[in-house]
Nanobody, 114 residues
């Protein structure tokens, strides 16, 4: 079992920045990929960014150049740095971690509004 605890969401003005964190704990040998999805009201959940244990990354086209993802394998923690935020980035952001199966965090709200 893996438990994921997210933090860092909140309200920010357009053009602002936020940093999300997600820490994994529990009983596991190793975590492969970690990353973030988001879901806006009335829309499907979509991949935002992912990172492998080796550091390879992938991003949704809508966030390329604005978001970065990193991880600290010693702390089993993944980070999402979000810059130049837009109102369309407003969503609940969910962390995931892959071991033999995928685990999900509880979600953290990000609201971009003036």
């Amino acid at each position: 079992q893996v438990q994921l605890v997210e933090s860092g969401g909140g309200l920010v003005q357009p053009g602002g920045s936020l940093r999300l964190s997600c820490a994994a704990s529990g009983s596991f040998f190793s975590i492969n990929a970690m990353g973030w999805y988001r879901q806006a009201p009335g829309k499907e959940r979509e991949l935002v960014a992912g990172i492998t244990s080796g550091g390879s990354t992938a991003f949704a086209d809508s966030v390329k150049g604005r978001f970065t993802i990193s991880r600290d394998n010693a702390k089993n923690t993944v980070y999402l740095q979000m810059n130049s935020l837009k109102p369309e980035d407003t969503a609940v952001y969910y962390c995931y971690a892959d071991t033999a199966m995928r685990y999900w965090g509880q979600g953290t709200q990000v609201t971009v509004s003036s």
